[in-house]
């Protein structure tokens, strides 16, 4: 649990009024942490409306305006727009006139860092990049949920105290990421959480499926557990059918995902192999139980040569007694 305490407004004199364009589940969310650090939100841009109730929602009495008129009220301006949207969208305001010199425009990507911003630069606005790591659900606990988040902070040299300084107001954590190293750094996100989801929540459907009533309460344990060793421990923490090298159960796991939920084969097999290799790699899987579990994932449903059942005997090094699971 994070033991940051937001600084008392009081006490930070130099205060920003704060517009927003795009009120999707990230800018509101924001502009309402920087709200209790003692900045003033004026403006908020929305076209659809989930949008609008969303600014209602988190920015009450803050008016929904034009993105140009946002940014003519807004000192400190927060460009929370989808990824392949932002280009055009720094673009085409600068190319209107609607950036103002000295104007902080801060975008939330993580794809991108401050350089999708050289229009706006031109124009004679401060670029920086903060990437909050966190999903948001467009509802107020995202405010309490950024206390202790990560940002990724990309900025040019002379914006970095003051980049480094919004993310500390919000309660959060900055971490520098250069610029060239940004989509990478989006990867590693997406991977780690989106991914997570997916599996998470194919994981409770195959639950259902096999007859368990609250696939949520029994993930619940489960997952949490895994992912406190995943943090604390690395590929140490590595454990089930593939590290252990259980080519057998594997076999079995494909043949029954097969016959139930074909659309899951291929995400089982992609990640059993990244398992696999990372189990070798750590010492964890023995290369000789690593060649059958190999042939399983390669031919789909059986081991190579028999009918499915591992052919290696009970050993302290390959329990079958659960008590290395």
Same mark, same amino acid.
């Given at each position: 649990?994070?033991?940051?305490?937001?600084?008392?407004?009081?006490?930070?004199?130099?205060?920003? =009024?704060? !517009?927003?364009? @795009? %009120?999707?589940?990230?800018? &509101? $969310? /924001?502009? *309402?942490?920087?709200?209790?650090?003692?900045?003033?939100?004026?403006?908020?841009?929305?076209?659809?409306?989930?949008?609008?109730?969303?600014?209602?929602?988190?920015?009450?009495?803050?008016?929904?305006?034009?993105?140009?008129?946002?940014?003519?009220?807004?000192?400190?301006?927060?460009?929370?727009?989808?990824?392949?949207?932002?280009?055009?969208?720094?673009?085409?305001?600068?190319?209107?006139?609607?950036?103002?010199?000295?104007?902080?425009?801060?975008? =939330?990507? !993580?794809?991108? @860092? %401050?350089?999708?911003?050289? &229009? $706006? /630069?031109? *124009?004679?606005?401060?670029?920086?990049?903060?990437?909050?790591?966190?999903?948001?659900?467009?509802?107020?606990?995202?405010?309490?949920?950024?206390?202790?988040?990560?940002?990724?902070?990309?900025?040019?040299?002379?914006?970095?105290?003051?980049?480094?300084?919004?993310?500390?107001?919000?309660?959060?954590?900055?971490?520098?990421?250069?610029?060239?190293?940004?989509?990478?750094?989006?990867?590693?996100?997406?991977?780690?959480?989106?991914?997570?989801?997916?599996?998470?929540?194919?994981?409770?459907?195959?639950?259902?499926?096999?007859?368990?009533? *609250?696939?949520?309460?029994?993930?619940?344990?489960?997952?949490?557990?895994?992912?406190?060793?995943?943090?604390?421990?690395?590929?140490?923490?590595?454990?089930?059918?593939?590290?252990?090298?259980?080519?057998?159960?594997?076999?079995?796991?494909?043949?029954?995902?097969?016959?139930?939920?074909?659309?899951?084969?291929?995400?089982?097999?992609?990640?059993?192999?990244?398992?696999?290799?990372?189990?070798?790699?750590?010492?964890?899987?023995?290369?000789?139980?690593?060649?059958?579990?190999?042939?399983?994932?390669?031919?789909?449903?059986?081991?190579?040569?028999?009918?499915?059942?591992?052919?290696?005997?009970?050993?302290?090094?390959?329990?079958?007694?659960?008590?290395?699971?």
């Amino acid at each position: 649990m994070s033991t940051f305490q937001q600084p008392d407004p009081k006490d930070r004199p130099a205060r920003l =009024t704060v !517009g927003v364009v @795009g %009120a999707g589940r990230v800018g &509101p $969310a /924001l502009a *309402a942490s920087l709200q209790l650090a003692g900045h003033r939100p004026v403006a908020v841009s929305g076209v659809s409306d989930a949008s609008r109730r969303r600014a209602a929602l988190m920015l009450p009495d803050v008016p929904v305006l034009a993105p140009a008129e946002v940014l003519e009220r807004a000192e400190l301006v927060l460009l929370t727009v989808p990824d392949d949207t932002l280009p055009g969208l720094v673009q085409g305001l600068a190319e209107t006139g609607a950036v103002r010199p000295g104007q902080l425009l801060v975008h =939330t990507s !993580g794809r991108y @860092g %401050a350089r999708v911003l050289d &229009p $706006a /630069l031109r *124009a004679g606005a401060l670029p920086i990049a903060l990437h909050p790591a966190m999903t948001f659900t467009g509802t107020p606990v995202d405010v309490q949920r950024l206390a202790g988040c990560s940002f990724g902070v990309t900025a040019p040299e002379e914006l970095r105290l003051a980049a480094e300084a919004l993310v500390i107001e919000m309660g959060g954590e900055p971490e520098w990421i250069a610029e060239e190293r940004r989509p990478l750094y989006h990867a590693a996100l997406a991977l780690g959480a989106n991914h997570l989801i997916t599996l998470v929540a194919e994981s409770m459907d195959l639950l259902r499926a096999a007859g368990v009533e *609250a696939p949520d309460r029994m993930l619940g344990p489960l997952l949490g557990a895994a992912l406190d060793n995943a943090l604390r421990s690395g590929d140490a923490a590595l454990t089930g059918p593939v590290a252990r090298g259980d080519a057998g159960t594997v076999a079995a796991h494909i043949a029954e995902l097969r016959e139930h939920a074909p659309q899951t084969v291929a995400g089982y097999l992609a990640m059993a192999r990244a398992t696999a290799d990372r189990a070798l790699a750590h010492g964890l899987l023995r290369p000789e139980l690593a060649e059958d579990l190999l042939g399983v994932l390669a031919n789909g449903t059986h081991l190579p040569g028999n009918s499915g059942s591992s052919e290696h005997p009970e050993s302290p090094e390959n329990p079958e007694n659960g008590e290395d699971r």
